[in-house]
């Protein structure tokens, strides 16, 4: 595809850099000039110095011969304004990260009616929704929601006590209607087989209808004490949005903000949460908060530093679990070894909605894993190469299976003897390099 991407920031960098490794063809423009500089040296796309909301440059550099633009700058005005320019000059599809909720709501359909615009990246909305999914059910450190709702994929850690460790994948004693679709292991994702044993740190992926994702995630982990209180260090977007989720489930919240203005409104926005306001995140200061008694901390500054050193600190000081938000691609690795329980990335949230619009046939939704692993929801249309037949006589890519099946309102784990059938959504497990494969069987 002919992507146009405006702003070379964290976000827009990334994307640029993911889908010009995927063969796509990319333009990026960016107005800070030293941005637009990283962005040429590093990138292999082409990348202009300029405004990428201004009608007259996207004229002038073709932007309506792109078949899909994204705007993700810091600036919501700027994002949508690019947005309503390419629709006008020809531009198919339109994607924007929208930050204030002023200009977009779920429950509104503003911005897709009026403003035209395809699909709304909400990254703060999406972190903090993660956060409280992982949250959510104990003993995972992720969990991704398909099949509006329905399926849900749990990433588990094994550790030591864990009753999975040293099994191999056939006698591990899960529950009824639940598989293990894939693993990673020291950054390599792997499709398990029966045969295939199960070690001391790997990650493991559970399969589930949602109502039974808790029990799949029990049959492998002894962490999975529910949790009733969370402390939080940063009031911002994702730190507000989260605590305001968390609050509706009724766990008990106490939020620490260094802006004090920023605080005074966070505290206006919760009903029963407590608000602290302290310029830093010390030992003292969370030995004095007691730390150590709350299910869980999440740090979810804009600083991945300072997230990282707050973790740090609660882990030594016995926080049950520990979860950061990293937004950097470096410090990805440096979270695993810092001991983070849960590391959320904004990043990868985006390059998952991205990719919707990036991949052949009717595809639903997109998550992709540190690992460059993905789960894909596919519709299954007419006359697919997957559609009709065994799934075992399909061909499927060794690095790729579906895990899940939602077929009229019911969830299927299906078989090798399994029929997928027109209408279908499958939720499919793959390596990075059986995507284009996957992609080949579900197209139409």
């Not at 009026?114 to 999914?133: K, M, P, Q």
């Not at 260090?233 to 802006?259: H, N, P, T």
């Not at 000081?317 to 001991?339: C, D, H, N, Q």
């Not at 894993?369 to 065994?390: D, H, N, Y």
Request: a negative charge; glycine letters at 8%.
């Amino acid at each position: 595809m002919r992507v146009f991407i405006v702003g070379a920031g964290e976000v827009g960098f990334n994307t640029a850099q993911m889908l010009s490794e995927e063969g796509h063809e990319v333009t990026v423009v960016e107005q800070d000039e030293d941005l637009a500089n990283r962005a040429s040296e590093q990138l292999d796309a082409l990348v202009l110095h300029g405004n990428g909301a201004s009608p007259k440059m996207l004229a002038e550099v073709g932007a309506h011969k792109s078949e899909l633009l994204i705007a993700v700058t810091d600036s919501d005005e700027v994002n949508i304004t690019a947005c309503l320019v390419a629709k006008a000059q020809g531009v198919d599809q339109t994607v924007a990260r929208i930050r204030n909720p002023d200009y977009y709501d779920t429950k509104e359909p503003f911005a897709r009616d009026v403003l035209g615009i395809d699909f709304v990246i909400h990254t703060e909305r999406a972190a903090a929704e993660e956060i409280r999914d992982a949250l959510r059910v104990p003993g995972s450190v992720n969990v991704e929601t398909f099949a509006e709702d329905n399926i849900e994929v749990a990433e588990v850690v094994l550790k030591k006590d864990s009753p999975a460790a040293g099994k191999v994948v056939r006698d591990v004693a899960l529950p009824k209607g639940s598989l293990i679709v894939g693993l990673v292991r020291e950054n390599e994702t792997i499709i398990p087989k029966g045969d295939t044993r199960l070690d001391v740190g790997d990650h493991i992926f559970l399969i589930s209808e949602r109502q039974f994702i808790n029990k799949a995630v029990s049959s492998v982990s002894t962490e999975t004490e529910k949790v009733e209180s969370v402390m939080i260090f940063g009031g911002g977007r994702i730190g507000l949005r989260l605590a305001l989720v968390l609050e509706q489930e009724g766990i008990s919240v106490k939020v620490v903000e260094k802006d004090e203005e920023r605080a005074q409104y966070v505290a206006s926005r919760l009903r029963r949460g407590l608000v602290l306001h302290d310029e830093g995140m010390s030992r003292d200061f969370l030995l004095q908060e007691r730390v150590d008694r709350a299910g869980a901390f999440v740090a979810a500054t804009g600083d991945d530093r300072a997230n990282l050193l707050a973790v740090m600190y609660a882990k030594q000081l016995g926080a049950k679990r520990t979860i950061s938000v990293v937004s950097r691609a470096e410090f990805a690795p440096l979270s695993e070894a810092l001991g983070v329980d849960i590391a959320i990335s904004p990043r990868l949230i985006t390059a998952g909605a991205i990719l919707r619009f990036v991949r052949k046939g009717e595809v639903v939704a997109v998550n992709v894993l540190e690992s460059g692993a993905e789960m894909i929801e596919l519709r299954v249309p007419e006359r697919c190469p997957v559609a009709g037949k065994p799934l075992a006589e399909v061909g499927f890519p060794a690095g790729a299976i579906v895990g899940a099946v939602m077929r009229d309102g019911k969830v299927i784990i299906p078989t090798g003897n399994d029929v997928l059938q027109t209408g279908d959504d499958a939720v499919v497990f793959t390596v990075d390099a059986s995507v284009d494969e996957v992609e080949r069987l579900f197209a139409p």
